[in-house]
């Protein structure tokens, strides 16, 4: 038996599985059985034989075991028989499929294959209801369908729509969806045979809207060669196409849009009549409106602008040109003219972006008369009276210039430029304009043919070096970088080298970095001579030395480290020739150091400028120095070997002062003559002298790892600075003091001082461990001591150190603890230790702060009167430091409780409200290192650490609330003092407050609420004759404390918002409702009406207010004459905030 009667005998039910062994044979690519190969071979009426046989075959397995059966059957994981079987039937189905696909390929025309046809249709079937797992059987029937639509064969139509159906589906699932992309563009025709407005189409016009969401169509080119196709499907989906892109916009980045554009240009160009039509009126001209119309900061306005531009950029083509004309002609020419100058601006860059918009079809004389009427609108924008047209019109105008340069008339070139040059770059009234214009004729300068032209007109430009606007400033320095690189003109006659150099003296580093960039090669030329380097140099120290020292602070970002390094070197043999020192080098270089020493002579200035430009450069390159030892090497012994010599030559201060910075550069090893000394130069300065005179020592000092002696020295002169008690305290120091030295703790307050403030200082001396440092944070602590004498002393004594030193050292103390509690890994024995500090405050200084009963005693007043500001200024000096210790956030929730204690028994104190002011700093610092969302969560648990440092923090605020009524009320000009030396801390506690919506912060609007109504119904009860009643309008018609609270609230609006939601929660509680009280909120709503602020929560507290005052009109008409006044007063001052 052959293999064709073989294999159709098996294409039957009974003899299944025969036929299911062929299929394997065909799938095994070692097997030589062949079913594309068996089927050719077939005569028709065995094919037609086959297919009926597998038909039946199909029938049978599908009615036994239907694919919607096919996912349950498989889960039960039961025994069913055979035939019934899920895995079974689809290797039926499977195989069915192999034989139906190879029978296609095979087939001829001419043949019948309505057999074929029933088998397609029953597979078609098994695949709209196929279960997702089966994704390989799914794969070979999908694959049928395609075959079967691109065979043109009959119902092609449903076969077609179930591929590009599924095609499109799980082009949106797969992680690399590249080939069905590939495979919906091979059935794209398939649309052409849908009907658009059916309902049964909708969920593939749904899928082919979701195309235009996805990232992978849209770079893919398949991919958008089939949604540029989709513009031609049908005339009603572009619109609707066009709203999907609209709404994604927004979302689409810069490099999408590119593709985005490209697709609506390529669907342009391919489309003809109506569809042409279509997407010209509803896509293009929608783009264009858009782009004039919408605002500049609109999300979408960037991306509508680059959809036109595009198109711009491809004028020159006949279509595209009539077509710019077309859909330009309604809008365009209106919108230059629109009120709105954000149209007009928009207009304008489109109107210069896509010039000339003219008609291709008319003829020369037509076109050119259109170009000149566009020219004259040109230059009509460059004199609208709105800046930003102004500045766009610039724009357009220089674009025009250099793209059109040789097509326009030298008259009209001129015209533009000497507009641009004569009016718009000294436009006074906007600076943007003013930058404008250079940023823009550096477009003009890339066509070299204006070059001549603007080679005589730049030069009137110069003063705009000084303008007064920074990027104006940058803007014409670019210009002049521009001019330098296209060679249009010599910079240097555009703007002359002195005004260079003094701007680059004075101007900050955005300007700096950039007249460097012009005058690199002018003074250093990398390619001449180390000696014309050097000549340079002295030219440019001689011209302007301040701009010298700047120049080189950026040469380094222009030239390799290696020539910053020769020029070092170089800068050394000019110095040496000079002071006659290195004899040898001299006769090596003979030739350099006699041309060189004529033209520096003995000019001390020009020397000291030389030493001050080697420590710049050395400063740039130390880093490089660093990663290469043998140049670092070589650099510190030449400059080593000359450095003794220097400074016994160079003893003027201003050389001086960076040959000192040269050999903090340099280890102490190199320069020994000079290292010996500084220790002893630091001990024998004087105790008053001046940060410079000591500054540079130090880091000298630090620099060769001597940290450890200065620290030691600060230490000696601390303790011995204290008042005696006993012997002296350790004698086992590394380094004593031979001479006898007084003890300078003033001078050691500022080495330290200086010692912190400084990084890389402080990184040093925070490396030499804890023992040292904690030895003279434990001397500064004694000085505490020093501190109680002042308070506790009934005469002066000239041994006890100064009350001004003492406190500087407890701030010393605070500061270096919260250093060392930093940089320790583990415990809190500094916070401790600051604990500490603020017992002994509250035991030893607090006391003084409250007034005893007086017995007459004038000595003993005398004494109160000198110690009570002295404790107030100890407090308030500690206070400031423990600010500072939480604002950094090293505060736990132990030294917070401890810090408000002190706070809540100052503010008890007699005396208490002079230290109000740091007071409010810490209250702000702790209740800003707590977040509201945190604390919310932790409401239920009263007995939360948080909660209960916040309720403190709300009590203590109430304190000095009423400390600063009192005073104001029994001492009414130091009281008002008192609350102005407030306002910085209240300023900053409320701005915090603010972000609070829940208690226990949200009471200190609450308060500040209170005592505002309480002060002003006092004045409004006070009253005696209704001419009287004014209504306040102003801060000014506050009373006094009322108007600083109110002052620091309408600061900032946020503020305002919190202050006037408790107004409204006041009022409607009911809490506020005499006539008097209710009069008072109306006169502060006033005063925050006139101020401007809040309308919404204005209009809110004045309802609430209205919604109690009206229950007080019958009582008013009753009563007295005041009474009445003060009522209609008060529904006037609502009825105008109403109508706010």
């Not at 036994?64 to 028989?81: A, N």
Request: hydrophobic share 45%.
């Amino acid at each position: 038996m052959s293999k064709r009667e073989a294999f159709l005998e098996a294409a039957c039910k009974e003899n299944v599985e025969d036929f299911l062994r062929f299929v394997q044979l065909h799938k095994d690519k070692t097997e030589p059985f062949d079913v594309e190969e068996v089927v050719q071979e077939m005569p028709r009426d065995q094919r037609q034989t086959l297919w009926r046989n597998l038909a039946s075959l199909l029938q049978e397995v599908l009615h036994e075991s239907p694919p919607e059966r096919w996912e349950e059957g498989r889960g039960e994981g039961m025994e069913v028989e055979l035939a019934a079987d899920p895995k079974h039937a689809m290797t039926v189905v499977d195989g069915v499929t192999l034989v139906a696909a190879v029978s296609l390929k095979v087939l001829q025309d001419g043949d019948t294959y309505s057999v074929l046809l029933e088998i397609a249709h029953k597979l078609h079937d098994v695949l709209v209801s196929l279960p997702v797992s089966e994704a390989p059987l799914q794969l070979r029937i999908h694959t049928l369908c395609e075959a079967w639509w691109k065979k043109g064969l009959k119902e092609k139509e449903k076969f077609g729509r179930t591929a590009i159906l599924i095609s499109l589906q799980k082009s949106f699932i797969l992680k690399k969806p590249g080939v069905e992309i590939q495979r919906v563009w091979s059935l794209h025709d398939v649309l052409l045979s849908l009907d658009y407005a059916s309902e049964d189409n909708k969920q593939i016009i749904d899928l082919l809207l979701q195309c235009f969401h996805s990232p992978v169509y849209i770079r893919n080119d398949d991919g958008k060669r089939f949604l540029v196709f989709l513009f031609s499907w049908n005339i009603h989906f572009i619109w609707v196409i066009h709203g999907t892109i609209k709404n994604q916009l927004e979302f689409y980045s810069k490099t999408m849009m590119t593709h985005i554009t490209e697709i609506y240009f390529r669907a342009w160009k391919k489309a003809i009549g109506d569809f042409l039509d279509q997407i010209e009126s509803t896509c293009i001209q929608d783009f264009m409106q858009n782009a004039i119309f919408l605002h500049r900061t609109s999300p979408v306005h960037a991306k509508v602008r680059q959809i036109v531009s595009y198109v711009h950029a491809r004028k020159g083509c006949h279509k595209v040109d009539k077509m710019l004309y077309n859909l330009y002609k309604p809008i365009l020419w209106k919108a230059l003219s629109a009120p709105n100058f954000e149209v007009r601006a928009n207009a304008t860059f489109l109107f210069t972006e896509a010039f000339p918009v003219h008609d291709p079809d008319q003829n020369n004389k037509n076109i050119d008369e259109a170009i000149q009427k566009q020219l004259d609108t040109a230059m009509g924008l460059l004199n609208d009276p709105h800046p930003t047209v102004r500045s766009t019109a610039t724009l357009g105008v220089c674009k025009i210039l250099a793209k059109c340069w040789e097509l326009l008339p030298p008259t009209v070139i001129a015209d533009f430029l000497k507009k641009l040059v004569t009016d718009l770059a000294v436009d006074s009234s906007s600076p943007d304009v003013r930058c404008s214009v250079f940023k823009c004729l550096a477009i003009v300068l890339d066509n070299a043919l204006s070059h001549p032209l603007l080679e005589k007109l730049l030069p009137t430009l110069k003063y705009s070096l000084h303008d007064t606007s920074e990027k104006v400033r940058i803007a014409f320095l670019d210009m002049l970088i521009k001019v330098k690189a296209v060679r249009a003109a010599k910079f240097w006659d555009v703007c002359n080298m002195d005004h260079l150099l003094a701007r680059l003296a004075i101007d900050s580093h955005s300007v700096s970095k950039r007249i460097v960039d012009l005058l690199f090669k002018s003074f250093f030329p990398v390619n001449d001579s180390e000696r014309e380097w050097c000549c340079r140099c002295i030219t440019l120290i001689q011209m302007n030395p301040i701009a010298a020292r700047k120049f080189y602070l950026y040469a380094h970002k222009h030239t390799a480290p290696t020539n910053i390094i020769k020029l070092m070197l170089a800068i050394r043999r000019v110095l040496n020739s000079c002071i006659q020192a290195d004899l040898s080098e001299m006769n090596d270089s003979n030739k350099e150091n006699s041309a060189a020493e004529p033209l520096l002579g003995k000019d001390t200035s020009v020397m000291a400028r030389l030493l001050e430009v080697v420590v710049i450069l050395w400063r740039s390159v130390e880093k490089a120095l660093k990663q290469h030892e043998e140049a670092q090497k070589y650099t510190f012994a030449k400059f080593g070997n000359v450095m003794a010599k220097y400074f016994q030559t160079f003893e003027d201060e201003q050389c001086t002062v960076p040959l000192i910075q040269l050999a903090s550069f340099m280890p102490a090893a190199a320069v020994p003559t000079f290292s010996c000394g500084v220790l002893s130069r630091l001990r024998r300065m004087d105790p008053g002298a001046a940060p410079a005179q000591f500054s540079q020592l130090l880091d000298c000092m630090c620099s060769w790892g001597h940290a450890a002696d200065i620290l030691e020295l600060v230490t000696d002169w601390l303790a011995e600075a204290l008042p005696k008690q006993g012997e002296k305290g350790n004698t086992n120091r590394k380094v004593r003091i031979q001479e006898t030295v007084e003890a300078k703790p003033d001078l050691a307050l500022a080495y330290l001082e200086h010692l912190f403030s400084r990084t890389s200082t402080r990184e040093k001396v925070l490396a030499l461990g804890e023992r040292p440092l904690k030895q003279l944070h434990s001397v500064l602590g004694n000085w505490r001591s020093v501190l109680y004498t002042h308070l506790s002393a009934t005469t002066k004594d000239p041994k006890t150190p100064s009350v001004e030193t003492a406190l500087k050292v407890l701030m010393y103390h605070g500061r270096l603890g919260a250093h060392l509690q930093h940089h320790s890994s583990e415990g809190r024995d500094y916070l401790l230790s600051l604990e500490n500090v603020a017992a002994w405050v509250a035991e030893r200084v607090l006391p003084f702060l409250t007034k005893h009963p007086s017995h007459g005693d004038e000595e003993e007043e005398g004494d109160l009167a000198r110690s009570e500001p002295l404790a107030a200024q100890i407090t308030e000096s500690f206070l400031t430091v423990c600010r500072d210790v939480l604002l950094v956030g090293l505060g736990d929730e132990t030294l917070k409780g401890q810090i408000l204690r002190l706070c809540s028994l100052t503010l008890l104190s007699d005396a208490g409200y002079l230290c109000i002011p740091a007071v409010l700093l810490i209250l702000k610092e702790v209740a800003d290192s707590y977040v509201p969302e945190d604390i919310n969560q932790a409401q239920e648990n009263q007995e939360d650490p948080a909660a209960v440092i916040l309720g403190v923090v709300a009590n203590i605020f109430q304190k000095i609330i009423e400390l600063l009524a009192r005073r104001v009320r029994k001492e009414p000009e130091e009281g008002k003092q008192l609350c102005q030396s407030a306002v910085p801390g209240l300023t900053d506690f409320l701005q915090v407050a603010q972000t609070w919506d829940t208690a226990p912060l949200s009471g200190v609007f609450a308060t500040l609420f209170a005592v505002i109504v309480v002060e002003k119904r006092h004045l409004l009860q006070k009253i005696t004759h209704p001419e009287e009643v004014m209504t306040s309008e102003s801060l000014e018609d506050m009373p006094p404390l009322s108007n600083i609270l109110l002052s620091v609230i309408l600061k900032s609006p946020s503020v305002t918002r919190a202050f006037l939601t408790e107004v409204v929660s006041s009022l409607d509680s009911e809490a506020i409702c005499s006539l008097h009280e209710l009069t008072a909120v109306l006169h502060v709503l006033v005063v925050i009406k006139h101020a401007g602020q809040s309308k919404a929560g204005l209009k809110s507290a004045a309802t609430s207010v209205q919604q109690q005052l009206h229950k007080h009109a019958v009582m008013s008409a009753d009563g007295t004459d005041i009474q009445r006044v003060i009522y209609e007063s008060s529904v006037k001052a609502l009825n105008e905030i109403l109508d706010f």
